[in-house]
């Protein structure tokens, strides 16, 4: 297992908690999901990488891992540049104006 934070360990424990109460039917898997503050839908993917990954299944695995979606540091500079040169003056009220 890779280093995690303190607050991830803490995180999977909660939910692993949250998901054998559930799962003794102490509670709903409705109730687990208010609980956790996560939908139905997500309650149910949580359920079952649980089901076939066990306590690990539980862990962020986005951690560590950059977006695919990341704009190129180029990119963010430029645009930052031409505001501030050439758009610093405009404001949303410039583009809702009839």
Do not use: N
């Not at 409705?30 to 990954?53: D, N, P, V, Y």
């Not at 695919?68 to 500079?77: C, D, G, M, N, W």
């Amino acid at each position: 297992m890779k280093q995690l934070s303190a607050a991830a360990v803490e995180r999977a424990m909660k939910l692993q908690d949250v998901m054998l109460r559930a799962m003794a039917k102490r509670i709903t898997w409705f109730q687990a999901a208010e609980i956790l503050g996560i939908s139905c839908r997500q309650m149910q993917r949580w359920k079952t990488r649980f089901e076939h990954e066990g306590y690990e299944g539980l862990f962020d695995r986005r951690r560590g891992i950059p977006s695919p979606k990341r704009v190129p540091l180029a990119t963010v500079e430029t645009v930052l540049r031409l505001y501030q040169e050439q758009f610093l003056t405009l404001t949303c009220g410039t583009f809702t104006r009839s």
